[in-house]
């Protein structure tokens, strides 16, 4: 199992800290380095800033939001960086919710997110191998545009720069059990939002050969678990309770099929009260600890064992500093 550095997204300004920290995943042999985005900082540019100083380290976003940018758009960003980095790019898709697709990028949420999903890829697929002009006769990403409002005059266009690479690996992030299947299908990795070895959502016989699932978790070094737990409760609290509207929240429901159903539906009614601090409160225990490896070494070295074990081929270890992933890298040798 390789090791990854997911520094997310920026909060209200960018951390000081993430180069050192890229830099010392690089020395201690951590396979990539991840960024995020949401209706902030984006994703692409603080990647290229931790390519520039650094020299081996894979690049990857996790997750660019499909919102965000046309097809054609992303996979200018993703052969863009994968040449200036040397070929180190992984591009990381998510479609988001109805709440940031509609409220921040002003896109309608597609009806079909199967549908619009696969032909994002396809067209990031096709720009990437430059075999011939892209072309797509799509319901959501139709290449020529050919709405209501088309001037009639676009054509097909390949891309003036050639790829690096034809084959630059596209992860997605999916929830839904359709959506996981799909990208076991048409993508080269999987990005799980919440993973717990216990209870995995795909088993590696489901798997293509070569097929990356690369999850997220929170690993803190620390002798009292309580205390370390409660950075991952209230990064719940704030997915599960406010990053969704209460009629449609993937990750309420992700949770809900998780077995915690109950606990979802009352951190979203609190959270959406306005009483926040309690919402973070009612995060189990045992749901945000299932899904993290918190606590002292000897205990995350026990539960490692799980991780590895299982069908995770890179885990993106979401770490507050420089001690954390060390001993993580020494624990994962």
């Known amino acids: 199992m390789r090791l990854g550095l997911a520094l997310g997204y920026w909060g209200r300004g960018p951390d000081p800290g993430h180069i050192a920290l890229a830099q010392e995943a690089e020395r201690l042999g951590y396979d990539s380095v991840w960024t995020a985005e949401s209706w902030g900082s984006d994703a692409f540019t603080p990647l290229a800033w931790i390519a520039a100083h650094t020299s081996r380290i894979r690049l990857g976003t996790a997750v660019a939001q499909m919102a965000a940018r046309s097809p054609t758009a992303t996979a200018m960003h993703a052969l863009t960086l994968d040449h200036l980095s040397g070929g180190r790019m992984m591009l990381g898709l998510g479609l988001s919710g109805p709440q940031v697709v509609e409220g921040w990028y002003g896109r309608p949420f597609p009806r079909s997110p199967l549908t619009a999903t696969r032909e994002y890829v396809d067209v990031v697929r096709q720009v990437l191998r430059r075999e011939r002009p892209v072309e797509l006769h799509g319901r959501f990403h139709p290449l020529p545009y050919d709405g209501p409002d088309a001037t009639g005059l676009g054509r097909p266009l390949r891309p003036i720069t050639h790829p690096l690479r034809p084959d630059l690996p596209v992860l997605l992030g999916a929830e839904g059990p359709k959506n996981i299947a799909q990208t076991t299908r048409i993508a080269d990795g999987w990005l799980p939002l919440y993973w717990s070895p216990t209870r995995p959502l795909i088993g590696a016989d489901d798997l293509p050969e070569g097929f990356l699932v690369a999850p997220m978790a929170q690993v803190r070094v620390c002798e009292d678990v309580t205390e370390g737990l409660r950075p991952v409760k209230a990064m719940l609290g704030f997915y599960i309770g406010g990053m969704g509207h209460a009629a449609r929240n993937f990750h309420a429901d992700l949770m809900?099929?998780?077995?915690?159903?109950?606990?979802?539906?009352?951190?979203?009614d609190l959270f959406l009260a306005g009483r926040r601090e309690e919402a973070v409160a009612a995060v189990p225990d045992a749901f945000a600890d299932e899904i993290?490896?918190?606590?002292?070494?000897?205990?995350?070295?026990?539960r490692l064992e799980l991780w590895r074990a299982g069908p995770v081929t890179d885990l993106l270890a979401l770490a507050p500093d420089a001690e954390s992933l060390r001993v993580l890298a020494e624990l994962n040798t």
């Open 256 to 268: 809900a099929r998780m077995g915690y159903a109950d606990e979802a539906h009352r951190i979203q």
């Open 292 to 302: 993290s490896l918190v606590g002292p070494r000897e205990r995350i070295a026990e």
